[in-house]
């Protein structure tokens, strides 16, 4: 993409009523904009980081079998009333029609999956089944604050699994946590699995994804050597230093956390209240098990920002970065261009700041929207024998030559 | 994609509700269930559908220079009431929150690009511009019929675009109007251009692109050489037989057409009310003109369905079809997987239907999925030396050699 050829831009100064650093950095660099609190409008740079956090949500809900469709946000009031969600959840938005017909809109979707699932889960065959989407959700928030933490409007991933027994539940809940970890970890995030009351099935369990940073509301106890953690904040009965109980290899260590996902074993709630049943092997009606797996697309994008910034902007993940290469030019345009094309044609996502700025203003945009690699063209690099290459999260850089740049590229 | 694996799959009947044609064969094929009248989730092969026709416009905004953003769907009460579309907008959903804040749901995007844009656009410098999302919008309408023709809830793409003056708008207009022909061509359609009442930039100028399709619910005269048409449904000054008033080298016909996009000449109103204002190149404050370019995606594809299907299921242009070769095996299911796996390895998109059913029944669900290339792989038909393949619009069959498969399907 050609910076000259945008209409939105990374700003000069930082919005007034920003209260966290994602806002802060992402208003600045260009990403987003807030049109009410806790409501935002992705601009071209967030709307691709978005899809490319979309893509890898994607690909590992497709690898554990998920089979995605799209639920729509529009509900009727009824399938609410069903659940008991109408009365008892006050986030909820309401809305009456012209014709006083009581609408909701989406804030989970267990009502309009078993709805339509029903139809396509008769028999013993028919399961396990796991179905998901990525859609928006909303949520009537007393205050939304923290930039795209926590909004009003935002994007999530859910997944909901269907089984005949618990067992089938526990032992698919494994299969995508290892997804989650993996998935977390493609987005440049270590996380943590907070384990619930342990053992026995007799109560209901549910697990949360902790992403640890300095910036996170949790306060968690954690092992390095697995994915073991605890959130110190409910009543725990572990303490720093405490051997990990999950691979006994460790100590617990202390740190700060922001959760990004979670899963909760619904039980039979959703397949018995809207008769979503299935004939056993012998048989008999029986309602399925089912589990719930949340990831918040827009709050991870969030998370990421929290974590990964410095004084001067933002450092995006490779795997997620809006463009792998930020291309500078200082009054090189037409050996830039050919670097540009010819990176573009190796199939290299690069933006390339060809407008008319000073060096300094260059490398300040450039710093601040965070892409991994930025490739400075001028006519020192040239005579040093190629282009000036510095990642973005060190401060050395050094020069490449032009022939050799997509395949050092590349290989980051 | 195995059939075997999916847990939604088409139905045997169909929907006992269904109105048209669209409804009855997208619910039946498996591509759609509606959740309320006007409201439906998109399974897996609509999805798909849906996701392919996006990508089509997408390719085709950005090639006119449309920055591609996502704005947000629940809207703050202040802007309808600036725009004055909160007391004069009938299918406007309104929301009341906890705190008794009012809400509106998106229905068109005027009040928040202009909101957004405001900031971008300060100087004749930066102008034009085009400005795009493709996003869902809420409709409180009164009776929703028709499937997904006319939703309460549906998905448009909708794009607008800032100018200094109104011969800047009319030049845009005459490189989107290509945009919309060629994008439509490329999703099978053939559609036309209503031309408003024609010269002069007195009055404010709308035009509608119309597919012709024998299930249209407009009548129109239309010329075969050029893209001109008019509605005969409005106050009409030609008839069949007329010489076309635009290219003057064809007789107008008469048709009956769908509507799927549109695009209006909004002049200052929105640029006014919002104070979104430009300095000219005379130091002057100066209001843009502004255009709304709109096509509905999901309407679009139940357009397709009316227009091309036949008693047995959908015929799906090539382009957006959810697999281009449904692969149907006849108990070959290990020739089957080879070549199943070949046709992916060589980028083809295919649907492999390796349940165990009859051949009946695999055909028949094939013709109602719809996909341009059906592939039989029987004992008969290797004996006669290769597979059988048959186009979804003709009846003829052929044997093809399995190494000369992939390029065969290429060049369909």
Redesign the interface.
């Known amino acids: 993409m050609k910076m000259s050829?945008?209409?939105?831009?990374p700003?000069k100064s930082a919005p007034k009523d920003a209260d966290t650093i994602n806002h802060r950095l992402l208003v600045q660099a260009g990403f987003v904009?807030q049109?009410?609190a806790g409501?935002?409008?992705?601009?071209?740079f967030?709307?691709i980081v978005?899809r490319k956090i979309e893509a890898i949500i994607r690909e590992e809900m497709d690898a554990i079998?998920g089979?995605?469709?799209?639920?729509?946000?529009?509900?009727?009031a009824e399938i609410w009333k069903t659940s008991g969600g109408w009365d008892h959840i006050?986030v909820l938005?309401?809305?009456k029609?012209?014709?006083e017909k009581d609408y909701a809109?989406g804030q989970s979707q267990e009502e309009?999956v078993t709805?339509?699932?029903k139809?396509?889960?008769r028999s013993y065959r028919?399961l396990p089944?796991a179905?998901y989407h990525i859609q928006?959700k909303?949520r009537?928030e007393?205050r939304a604050k923290s930039g795209i933490l926590r909004g009003?409007?935002f994007l999530m991933k859910d997944m909901y699994s269907f089984h005949e027994n618990q067992e089938d539940f526990e032992k698919y809940y494994e299969v995508a946590k290892k997804a989650y970890l993996r998935l977390f970890s493609r987005l440049g995030l270590t996380s943590k699995v907070t384990e619930a009351s342990g053992g026995g099935f007799s109560e209901k369990i549910s697990y949360e994804f902790e992403v640890l940073t300095d910036a996170g509301e949790a306060n968690i106890l954690y092992c390095d050597s697995c994915e073991f953690c605890v959130n110190v904040d409910d009543i725990s009965k572990y303490k720093v230093g405490d051997r990990c109980p999950k691979c006994d290899k460790d100590d617990l260590k202390s740190a700060t956390a922001s959760e990004v996902g979670n899963v909760f074993d619904l039980g039979r709630k959703y397949t018995e209240a809207f008769d979503l049943s299935y004939t056993d092997q012998n048989g008999e009606k029986k309602y399925p098990i089912m589990g719930c797996y949340g990831i918040g697309v827009t709050r991870t994008m969030g998370v990421i920002v929290e974590k990964f910034h410095d004084d001067k902007g933002i450092v995006w993940p490779k795997n997620i970065a809006p463009f792998l290469v930020h291309l500078v030019d200082i009054q090189q345009q037409e050996e830039a261009e050919k670097i540009y094309n010819s990176l573009k044609q190796d199939g290299i996502d690069v933006l390339w700041d060809d407008r008319e700025l000073s060096a300094g203003a260059k490398f300040a945009d450039s710093d601040l929207i965070g892409c991994p690699i930025r490739v400075v063209v001028s006519a020192r690099s040239i005579s040093a024998g190629g282009v000036e290459v510095k990642m973005r999260n060190e401060t050395e850089s050094k020069i490449i030559p032009i022939d050799k740049l997509s395949s050092f590229v590349k290989n980051v």
């Open positions: 050829k945008m209409g939105i831009h700003e904009r049109l009410m409501v935002y409008t992705y601009l071209p967030g709307l978005l079998g089979e995605e469709i799209l639920m729509p946000m529009l509900q009727p006050d938005f309401k809305i029609s012209r014709t809109l309009v709805t339509v699932m139809e396509f889960i028919d089944r179905i928006w909303f009537d007393l009003r409007e």
